[in-house]
């Protein structure tokens, strides 16, 4: 099975910052690489596809990248909204999400 | 409007069986990826199993041999019949739709219902 490891698994930021979050594949996976948010309560939502593709009605500050077998979600400048928690998963050979990383108020 | 709504999750013992259930409407079950996804109180996404519009399934090593995912066409439904559930299995567990990318045929989880609980506890 394809392993994603993700990091950090918890990162504090002040409104305006750039965030970056990363993600490592186990195994080349092209580019079959999400990003989703989730808040509490509710079920994930896909920001990017296709490790750089922004989701239709995505805000620009959202963007991904990728290098090999890894992954960036980059948060161009922190948004109130965009406090919550970040998910990659790939989908080259079954499904497989990374461990997450939550998103806090510094 | 597409819409995913999950039923059968609740408390079942060790070594029990539980079937959930996924009412679609606004799209095709079986034209599309479906998946189930599950995730722990407080804790990850961990994808559980697909079904392919072709038919074909696969199942994350967690589950594989105890659990299995169907459609029922003429209901437009998704199923995941759970038997020798554990403890481990305690989770919410999420239907999602994938779509495909074109043209390079990458997918992604573009709908999820609102989950629906399963305990596993004696």
């Known amino acids: 099975d394809i392993q994603m490891t993700q990091s950090p698994s918890s990162l504090s930021a002040s409104l305006g910052d750039r965030v970056t979050i990363t993600c490592r594949a186990s195994q080349s996976i092209s580019s079959y690489l999400n990003w989703y948010q989730q808040k509490p309560g509710t079920a994930p939502k896909v920001l990017i596809y296709a490790a750089s593709t922004l989701q239709t009605g995505v805000p620009s500050r959202f963007s991904g990248s990728a290098s090999g077998t890894d992954f960036t979600l980059t948060i161009s400048s922190l948004q109130p909204e965009d406090f919550a928690t970040y998910y990659c998963q790939q989908s080259y050979s079954g499904r497989t999400f990374g461990q997450g990383t939550k998103v806090e108020i510094k | 409007e597409v819409q995913l709504v999950e039923s059968g999750g609740g408390l079942v013992q060790p070594g029990g069986s539980l079937r959930l259930s996924c009412a679609a409407s606004g799209f095709t079950v079986s034209s599309n990826y479906m998946s189930w996804v599950r995730q722990t109180p407080g804790k990850g996404l961990e994808w559980v199993s697909i079904i392919y519009s072709g038919g074909s399934t696969y199942y994350a090593d967690s589950v594989k041999g105890r659990f299995t995912i169907s459609r029922d066409n003429s209901k437009n439904m998704l199923w995941l019949q759970m038997n020798s559930l554990k403890a481990e299995d305690t989770a919410l567990y999420y239907c999602?739709?994938?779509?495909?990318?074109?043209?390079?045929?990458?997918?992604?989880?573009?709908?999820w219902g609102q989950g629906t609980l399963v305990t596993v506890s004696s």
């Open positions: 999602a739709r994938s779509i495909v990318a074109a043209p390079t045929n990458e997918d992604y989880f573009d709908y």
